[in-house]
């Protein structure tokens, strides 16, 4: 092969590795940030069954199924079953228990179902009574539910803030909690997330925008005669409430967080998600320049580049702007535990973690009655301590 021939197919190798490389990064920055695309009914219902005078449901056997708590089956014909605790299992099947279904006769052998933590599938289900109403974003009238405890005259407030991907009802578990404690609770949407507005491509900007809409629903609770608020973050939704509470408007308003599964370093939780999806996590680095460099960023879809920095809070400890309630499944494989833990012992007179043996957003289902301690004894305690996390 002569000389020039030789430069010639390295170069195109390179070109060619180089492409592969950028059109890796794009795909990833689209999947983050894609519209809500609805359930993915990867289940069957293989079997129903009587157990000590109870039904109980024979499904497929993954990490999911196996797990220990409460869950739900969402069905793809419209039902809805929740379920107890597994009472057998073989090498390629697992029976729980069959606490409720909706409607009655909802389930069926053959049937596709979808596994899901969100345990109620509204207020009602819930047990609370709410009110619908709506928070004047930026972007337009975003939908909420507005729930007031019963017996309460307060002006303690709770904004309950949502993940990517997931709906508001996901939130309703800590909903109950900040209702029991005497807080008034408003459940929130925000643009893009298949119930407030859409905006432009539909597209997510991890936080970036959402959180100007959560900005409005502190207005609305001030508004309403607020004098103390709280926010409840979930996974995405806690990396809004961290740049919310950050916010100087807000300086003696919100009093503390609630985040179970926060994004706490978006970098970080990109990297997780790649190992989920069987890439391996140095691939996140492919997506960033289609994330934060604003001509890469709009041919993905977006508005502008969206600055991960600014939802670091391992660089940015030090700024942490309130007392923050951390709730983090140590089997969480998209938003990574170590940077809870490492914020925690970066700020231990400003975090208080607690584990919980679950996967992500999955804490309240795993063990739901220690998930409620905790939360009821930080809106309520007379006086919150910080123990030292091991280093």
Known sequence: ????????????????????????????????????????????????????????????????????????????????????????????TVTRLIESTAPADALSVGQRASWSGIYYRDPADAGLDAEDVI?????????AWLIRPA???????????????????????????????????????????????????????????EADDVRAAVRYAIAH?????????????????????????????????????????WCATIAANCARAGLPPQAAALARPWLQWSPLARSVGLPSALPLGRFNWIDRATALPVHALILHGTDDTSAPPAAARRLAQLRPDMVQLETFRADHTLGWNSAWESWNRHVRDWLVGNETTFPDVPI
């Not at 079997?47 to 708590?69: C, F, K, M, Q």
Request: charged residues 15%.
């Open 1 to 92: 092969m002569k000389a020039g021939a030789g430069v010639a197919a390295v170069a195109g190798l390179g070109l060619a590795l180089f492409a592969g490389a950028a059109g890796l990064g794009f795909a990833i920055a689209r999947r983050l940030t894609a519209p809500p695309s609805g359930r993915v009914y990867n289940l069957i219902v293989r079997g129903i069954v009587r157990h000590e005078g109870h039904d109980a449901v024979v499904l497929d056997r993954n990490p999911s199924t196996v797990a220990t708590g409460v869950y739900n089956l969402w069905l793809e014909d419209g039902g809805w079953v929740r379920l107890g605790p597994v009472i057998g299992e073989d090498a390629v």
């Open 135 to 143: 928070v004047e974003t930026p972007v337009g009238p975003a939908p």
């Open 151 to 209: 017996g309460y005259a307060t002006n303690d407030w709770a904004i309950h803030i949502h993940g990517l991907a997931s709906p508001r009802a996901g939130t309703l578990r800590g909903v109950k909690v900040a209702a029991d404690a005497g807080f008034v609770s408003l459940v929130v949407t925000y643009r893009n997330d298949g119930e407030g507005p859409t905006v432009g491509s539909g597209r997510s900007t991890l936080g970036a925008t």
């Open 225 to 265: 005669g607020a004098d103390r608020v709280v926010l409840f973050g979930w996974s995405m939704g806690g990396a809004i409430a961290l740049q919310v509470a950050a916010d100087v408007e807000f300086d003696g308003v919100i009093d503390r967080l609630v985040l179970d599964s926060p994004v706490i370093d």
